[in-house]
């Protein structure tokens, strides 16, 4: 899938349905927001939520009392869900719009958060591009955590192809700068009530 159909495909996800209609809607980000506390950042450490469009986990964040949050998104729609949602408190979060390929960011994060964007990468193109992008913006001791469909889980997501992750396969993507510290499984709930087998997985950059 090119940039354009990516961008066109999620875009059109975002306009046709409320964020708590699509699949992967949580009203409380639990497991995310308990590998968050478990990376002992700072509040002002700098963070960064990809694909978190319309995510509410920058909401709980921003109640936790951190202040250097960004929000990245491929849709402008769905960055425009959560700056309407927060209302003032918006103005606090640094929104980008870019498809996580092409992203090259000009700061680095103390801690780089990414729930179900990776897996949607099936191309190994795609996947180099994330990785790279990936390494600009985490500097070494920076916290990594990806959520992706685990082994056994669903094979496609909003019409569109997975890949399937554990722990070894995703540490072979992101080559060896970097440590597992922590994994977790979750079955997440959808709003049409399918469980959805997730893997999360902390790494910690050491090169």
């Known amino acids: 899938m090119t940039e354009v159909d990516r961008k066109n495909h999620w875009q059109t996800i975002y306009e046709q349905k409320q964020s708590s209609e699509v ?3 949580q009203i409380n980000p639990v497991v995310s927001m308990e590998l968050i506390a478990n990376c002992g950042l700072g509040k002002s450490d700098p963070i960064i939520d990809v694909g978190g ?19 990245l998104d491929i849709s402008a729609a769905a960055l425009a869900t959560s700056q309407k949602r927060l209302g003032d408190k918006a103005s606090a979060v640094g ?14 994060f103390a801690l780089w958060h990414d729930r179900a964007v990776f897996h949607f990468l099936t191309d190994a193109t795609d996947r180099h591009s994330y990785v790279t992008a990936l390494k600009h913006a985490l500097p070494v001791n920076g916290h990594l955590i990806i959520a992706s469909f685990a082994i056994g889980g669903p094979e496609k997501c909003s019409g569109l192809p997975i890949v399937q992750y554990n722990a070894s396969k995703l540490a072979a993507e992101l080559g060896p700068g970097f440590k597992l510290i922590e ?14 087998a997730f893997a999360y997985f902390h790494f910690v950059r050491i090169e």
């Open 23 to 25: 699949s992967w809607f």
């Open 95 to 108: 929104w980008i719009e870019s498809d996580i390929t092409a992203y090259r960011p000009d700061s680095q």
């Open 53 to 71: 469009g319309a995510s509410v986990l920058v909401d709980h964040l921003l109640e936790q009392g951190y202040t250097q949050l960004s929000v």
């Open 183 to 196: 994994e977790r499984t979750e079955k997440h709930i959808t709003p049409a009530q399918r469980e959805q």
